[in-house]
């Protein structure tokens, strides 16, 4: 479904931002939006990985801190929303899968201790706002890096839920899982990321809180779009 873009008389570019907690439907939903609306988007959460990797392909030492932070600053990457969901584009190669393996994994953990390298990634976050508009996913998104964004939300859905989807995911891909195990693990997240020091994960105070529980992407999706309409940007 495409949608008719009313212009924005505002100076800056319009910004969507959804945040929430893993499995939410964040990526899914925020690549849809971004596909029908014709706007940039931004997979936020992947770019300490994109970072690492681009620093080990040149390679830099990870423990370099204004060098990997030159990295991250100067990041040549692109999300592009697919049917499927997001395809990664760095450098000019595509690397979506790659940036998914537990090699990469370790090398974002280990960029992400740096400052100088989370300092980079805030601008380099920013710099994605472009015009038409920008699609924007994260856990810090509304609160952090665009709070000044004309539309804000939080998607959430229960810890049982957010478990039963992660559990399809690994038994679709032959993964033997254990669904309660996967629950408390979401739990136990859920309350580090929430009381983090940090940019903890909480709804920005204007943001609109849907809760995904019970509901499909399609009508998560329209709920966002009927938000984007009321605001008269559609």
């Not at 699609?135 to 509304?142: K, L, P, Q, T, V």
């Not at 909480?202 to 849907?210: E, F, G, K, L, Y």
Request: glycine share 8%.
């Amino acid at each position: 479904m495409k949608v008719v873009i009313v212009s924005n008389p505002q100076a800056l570019p319009v910004v969507i931002t959804v945040d929430g907690p893993s499995g939410a439907g964040k990526g899914t939903v925020c690549a849809i939006l971004a596909e029908a609306l014709g706007w940039h988007l931004l997979d936020s959460g992947a770019l300490y990985r994109i970072t690492g990797l681009a620093s080990d392909r040149r390679g830099i030492a990870l423990d370099s801190e204004e060098l990997v932070a030159d990295v991250a600053a100067n990041l040549d990457v692109r999300f592009i929303p697919t049917g499927s969901g997001v395809q990664v584009i760095l450098e000019g190669d595509d690397v979506t899968t790659t940036i998914r393996t537990e090699e990469v994994g370790s090398l974002a953990s280990q960029v992400a201790a740096l400052p100088k390298v989370r300092e980079a990634l805030l601008q380099r976050q920013r710099d994605f706002r472009q015009a038409p508009g920008l699609i924007a996913d994260g856990r810090d998104m509304g609160t952090v890096v665009f709070a000044d964004a004309q539309i804000k939300v939080f998607l959430t859905a229960s810890a049982e839920e957010r478990g039963q989807r992660r559990y399809k995911q690994l038994t679709e891909k032959g993964i033997d899982a254990s669904l309660p195990a996967l629950i408390e693990d979401i739990r136990v997240r859920d309350e580090r990321d929430s009381n983090r020091a940090v940019a903890p994960l909480r709804p920005a105070s204007d943001a609109t809180v849907i809760d995904s529980t019970s509901l499909s992407i399609e009508e998560v999706r329209e709920e966002i779009l009927s938000l984007v309409r009321q605001a008269g940007l559609i």
